[in-house]
């Protein structure tokens, strides 16, 4: 799945996506917006209007 449009998603989707990357092929939220050259900020901003948290010692959103 391709994140270039994330700010489209639906956010509980894109919590899931998001996750399951980290989870499984970049590690940490750095290495996920490098591969995919997207906005960091921007990313984390979508997620917190949904009511999400990014947790760096858990690498993922809640």
Not at 2 to 12: E, I, R, S
């Amino acid at each position: 799945m391709d994140l270039a449009n994330f700010d489209k998603m639906d956010p509980v989707m894109l919590m899931s996506i998001v996750n399951m990357k980290l989870r499984d092929e970049y590690g940490d939220l750095d290495n996920l917006v490098k591969a995919f050259d997207i906005d960091k900020d921007a990313l984390i901003a979508k997620l917190a209007s949904a009511g999400f948290d990014y947790l760096p010692e858990a690498k993922q959103f809640r």
